[in-house]
Each structure stands twice: as C-alpha cells, then as structure tokens.
C-alpha cells in the first residue's frame, strides 16, 4: 500500500489540500476545523518565519514584512507591467534578482517568490499531515490553466523547495470539472468559470464517461477578486483622505488594515445589500485625536465599480469559445470555482453569458482541491486499475483478427445526448468506483507472437504494439469479457497547453512551433542548420504567447545547442523537438540527422532557479523550520 | 515493436483508426490510446517504460492534432500519398528550407 498523495490547490489568497481514498474526497481541515490555509508568509522579528493564519495576523501590524499574492508575480520577470503594477500596491518590497527573476525582501533577507510559496507549501502539508496523523510529501499541485512555462516552473520549484514530490502539476479549472465528476457514458460539454483571488480561466471540456479532455482554454493571470479589493480599499483611501487629510496609502500598515477591511465588506456584500467598512483609530488626527473609518458601501456600488473588471473574464469567454469553435448557449454545463465567484454579480453575469445557472454545489473556494486530490488518487492507482481497464479492449486496433469496428470498446459512450440543462450531476464524490484489491498472482504471461494467445481477450494488444512493459501487466489474470459495466478505471485527463510556443526567426518575428490547445504531453520537430562555416555554438530565442512578434510574447529564454560538428554552413542538419509535458512545462532535445547523434542541448528560462539554488534554498527552509535538511 | 518504429507508421497507424475515419471514430481511438501510454497512466512503471510511453503518447497526440483538424489532414493526406508519414511543419516555411540560425557571439 502506498502513502496516499494529496491535491493541493495553492491559491492566491489560500490554499487548500484535499485527499481521496476509498472513503470519497475530503478537505483537510486545521485543529480549528478551518480548510483554507491563507498563502501568506510572515518573517517575525523573533527570527521565525509564519505561514499561514498566523502570518495572516500579522497582515495588519507588520505589513512590510507580511508576504501575500506572490502566485500573482511567480515566474514574471522583474520588469513587466504586472510586476510594476503590484509593487506600487504591495507593502512588502520587491527587487530584482538574478536572471530578472523577481526577489521579496523581508528583515534584511532576500527571497525568491517560489521560496515564498514554498514556506506556504510547507505550511499546508503541516495542516493536512496533522489532520491525517501521518506526514505526506507527495502530492498533485494546481496551477492556472493559462499558466506559462515560466509560471509553472516556478512552481515546480516551490514544491520542490518545500520538499514535495509533485506527481503532477494540473490545471485548476480541468481540476474542478473532475470534482464534479459528472455523468456516465455521455457526452457533456462543460464550461469551468474559475475567478480567484488572482487569476481567471475559461475552460471547455468534453467529458465522455472516464475520459475528461480539455478542448479549450484561455485566461488572464493577472485578473481576480485581488483587483476588486483594490479599487474598493483606494475608494475608502479617497474618501478618508478627503475627509481626515490624512492618506492610508502612504503608511503600510493602515492601508493594509484598509485593504482587508475591504475584502471582508466585499465577501459580506455576497450576503448583504448594504454595509459599512469600519476601523477604528486608522489614524490619529492633530492632538493625537484618534481616526475612525465608517465607509458605507451598498452592493450597487460595489457592482458599478466591479464591473469593468469582469467585463474582462467575458472578453476572455469570447477567446475560449472562439478557440473552441462553439457559442456559450451550446455547453451542458457550467461549473463555478474559485472566490470571486460567490459574488452575485459574477454569477448574474455567467448566467446571462451562457443562459443557464452555473453549478456551485460544490464550494468554489475547495473544488480544485477536491479536483486535485482525485487525480492524486487515479495517478497512484492507475497500476491498479489497469488489468480492467485491459478488459475493456478489443483485439481490433492492433491484432487484426477480429472484425469489430475499431471503436466497439467504447460503444457505451457513442450516444450523443441532448444538451441537459438540469442541475443535477451523477456522481459528486468519486467519480470512479474503487478498484478490487489485489488479485492473486498468476503465471506470467509470455509475451511475444510465439506464444499461445492467453484465454478469453487479448488484453495486452495497445502496449504490444510498441515495448512499453507495465509492471502490472504480467501479475493480472485476464478477466473475463464482459459487457458494459461500471466503469473500473479512474478517470483520465487529457489536457492542453494554453500558449503558442514560438521560437524567434527573423526581425523580431516568430514562428508558433506548437500551436496553443494541442493536447497534451504532445511534440514538434523542426529542423534547422547552421549559418556559416565551422558554426559550432547556436541559440534561440523562445517564446509563449499568440503574436507573430517576439516582444508581444512572453519571452521564456534562450534554447542552446552545444558542440556541433564542424562543417560548411548548411551542412550540420538539426532536428530539434520541442515537447510540453503533462504539467505544461517545455522539453527540448536536439538530434544531428548527419550522424543520428544526440545533440548536447540546454534551456535557460529567464527568472528560474537552477538545481542547485533549489537545494541551497531548500536547506535554508529546513533550517528555518527546524527540521534536518 | 520498438518505439524507434514510430517513424514507419502514419498517424492513422498510430492511432489505429483505418484513413476514411470520422472525427469521431479518431478521438474515440485516441481517448483508448491515452489510457494505454498517457502518463497519468504509467507513474508506477519504470522509468524507462514510462519515457517509452510518453514518446508513444506525444507522436499520438501528434497524429490527433492533425488528424482533427480538417485543413491539417487534408494536407497530411497529400503528403502521405508520397509517403511522407509524418507532419514535420505546422505551416510550411516560405522558402521551403531548413531555418538557419544566426550565429552567435
């Protein structure tokens, strides 16, 4: 039995861990029966370093040295607008560290935003191991689906700063579609409407029974329910600066006090039509005469003012459809996750949009959790499962001695079903039914056309057709066909990259090797070769993003190939592929088609850290936390 | 088969779908191809297996890619009546050379 891995949705404002197991999905809640842990990071002036709620607390008294929303500027390069946006509004101080990355300083100390995410990380496996009296280091990770190369692996690296085996870094919106689990052996279009704290994703799915497969996705990483707190606390600063002379804007810590005061009047106003956002002594007037705020604010109001900022999800709506090739009113269903959308008006909006009532059964601050955790559990039980899933193939595809049509195995989801608009889904908790335990063991069974075909299906034609040995496959006795029954086997994912990946030609320009959307892990081979004589070192430029112009992009770095063979220009033949893996992150490998060699090749991402700055700095976690390195 | 011999077989190989299938009939054939070599579906295996795997699984999702895509297949089909089996470009370059790299400094 393996230890169990958790779904971890790192969030912009919290985060939350989940676990499935035979018992269904369950939130991991703290001693105080709390899920969300808030993704914030506090360096106390007695050398110790909170995370979490008791970082939280400290928000309002220490602001400058209370770390908060950095999932907003993870893997951006120092100097983009986004950067420069935040840290004009952000207590804490931003700098520029090495390869542009971007660095939080904090009681003398420099971080890098993923160590940041990483004391979060360390602190939401502290809450989740103590909820299940056993210490996890495995888990699955979300990250917004229009997350770049950059973004992810920056992420990558917090886990790995925070001592996390990540089994798979997963979009949160494709997370929260397997949360609901949805029906069997249909097909359903699904909308996932994910507005959090920081970022926004529209994604399409088809789900066909088992099988979620992402068919579009766009997004904003730099839009969420951060921005309506802003403009609701500056509107509070006008007016008490009109009022008092006195700007909370220019002292960290009022405006601080300011800020989550705001955010809580926005999440009442989910509730209330009218409220007012009170504190008492912000401020203290001429003779030391205390200041208090009483900021009455109405729903209508903070409607009005919300509604630029939404009206930009919905330009983003436009994109997902447009990619998809489908209007809004031809989805089955819309799903709801994140924060923001408690809010009536997103809701009122997204009903208009899609002219039907999005489903929020499950809470949206916990279903990309719940999501994460489920896909935790059918990655680790997939070896599990795989002897049924065998049983459901035909001999048709590869062995070529049966006459069935090439899609019989999956004749129990052909059925096109009418656009359901009800809101009832099937199958909320686990959207798979557990799988036996272990059979007793049998014979192996030879492999290889010699050997007399084992009783009843031939179970291993897909994996015979090219050498890939499962290590299951020799240990399972062949069950019996059958005709269509509960599905057996988890659910599977195929999901897709949200960006182009260019790569630099001439004047600027470039030229999209992978196109947006495809399905993931996928690859492209281009071929390139040398420009003059004796060439022996070459680069590119790579980048992600929809433009034919490189600075329109996100620039990502630099791929180098190393050490070519000597030869008149144009004479050296590189084959280069470009891969995106199934966490959406970029592999590159390079082959001479002269000799058939492999090509030395390296990938310098702007703003990452390198093997060795993850250990260092992970050691210097441990160190803070007080455990062994 | 070894994995090598990826390169002597067309997408509608690969996928194990016969030239005249419909869309359906592809994506169906490519959802039962995800469960044999996607990696969600190989952690356990070794790691060797599972980079085999993987390989299979990204000429497959190649071979999806282009093969759902009407323009895309029409043109891959072009090409694979002179035996071509693979779609080495996703727009063919100007020129119809190699792309040279600046050199470098």
Known sequence: MTSPVLGIDLGTTNSVAAI???????????????????????????GKVLAGKRAQQRREIDAVNTVYSVKRLIGRPFRCDEVREADARFPFELSEGENSSVMVT??????????????????????????????????????????NELQRTATKSACKIAGLDVLRILNEPTAAALAYGFGKGTHERIAVFDLGGGTFDLT?????????????????????????????????CEAFLAEHRYDPKQHPDAYERVRAASERGKCKLSDDEEIVISLDELAHGPGGKALDLRFPLAR?????????????????????????????????????????????????????????????????ELVVAEGAAIQARAISDAKASLAAQR????????????????????????????????????????????????????????????????????????????????????????????????????????????????????????????????????????????????????????????????????ELGVVALHDLRPARRGQVQIAVTFAIDADGTLDVSAKDTGTGKEQHVTVDLIGQLNDEQIASRKARQSAFSGEKP | M???????????????????????????????????????????????????????????????????????????DAQLANGELRFTRNVPPPSGKPDSWRPTH
Do not use: W
Request: hydrophobic share 35%; glycine share 6%.
């Open chain 1, 20 to 46: 499935a197991d035979a018992d269904g999905v369950r939130v991991l809640r703290d001693v105080d029966g709390d899920p969300l842990v808030p993704s914030v990071v506090s360096f106390h002036p007695n």
């Open chain 1, 106 to 147: 904090a009681r003398g100390q420099r971080y890098t935003l993923a160590e940041i995410s990483a004391f979060v990380l360390r602190e939401v496996r502290r809450v989740a191991s103590t909820a299940l009296g056993a210490d996890i280091n495995r888990a699955v990770v979300t990250v917004p689906a229009n997350f």
């Open chain 1, 204 to 236: 399409i799915l088809q789900v066909s029974g088992d099988v979620f497969e992402v068919l579009a996705t766009a997004g904003d990483t730099f839009l969420g329910g951060d921005d309506i707190d802003a403009k609701v606390a500056d509107r509070v």
């Open chain 1, 300 to 364: 209508t109001e903070l409607e009005r003012m919300s509604l630029p900022l939404l009206g930009r999800a919905f330009d983003v709506c436009e994109d997902a459809m447009k990619i998809a090739g489908m209007r809004p009113t031809q989805l089955d269903k819309v799903v709801l996750a994140g924060g923001q959308t408690r809010m009536p008006l997103v809701r009122r909006m997204v009903t208009e949009y899609f002219e039907q009532e999005p489903l929020s059964n499950i809470e949206p």
């Open chain 1, 391 to 554: 049983a459901r193939q035909t001999t048709a595809r590869f062995g070529g001695a049966v006459d069935e049509p090439v899609a019989a195995s999956a004749g129990d989801a052909r059925v096109e079903r009418p656009a359901a608009r009800s809101g009832t889904i099937s199958s909320p908790a686990m959207p798979y039914a557990p799988v036996p335990a272990t059979p007793p063991p049998v014979p192996p069974v030879a492999r290889g056309a010699s050997s007399a075909p084992p009783p009843g299906p031939q179970l291993d034609q897909t994996m015979r057709m090219f050498d890939v040995e499962r290590a299951s496959s020799a240990s399972r006795p062949p069950p019996a066909k059958s005709g269509p029954s509960p599905s057996p086997r988890p659910p599977l994912l195929l999901d897709v990259t949200p960006l182009s990946l260019g790569i630099e030609t001439v004047d600027g320009y470039c030229e999209h090797v992978i196109a947006r959307n495809a399905t993931v892990p996928t690859e492209q081979v281009r071929m390139f070769t040398t420009a003059r004589d004796n060439q022996r070192l070459v680069h590119v430029r790579i980048c992600q993003g929809e433009s034919r112009r490189l600075r329109r992009n996100q």
């Open chain 2, 2 to 76: 070894k994995p090598e011999q990826l390169d002597t077989l067309s997408y509608y190989e690969i996928l194990g779908v016969e030239p005249s299938a419909g869309f359906d009939e592809i994506r169906d054939a490519f959802h039962e191809f995800s469960y044999a070599y996607h990696p969600d579906y190989c952690h356990d295996d070794a790691a060797e297996q599972r980079d085999i795997a993987e390989r299979v699984f990204r000429r497959g999702s190649e071979a999806y890619r282009v093969l759902t895509d009407p323009r895309a297949r029409r043109l891959y």
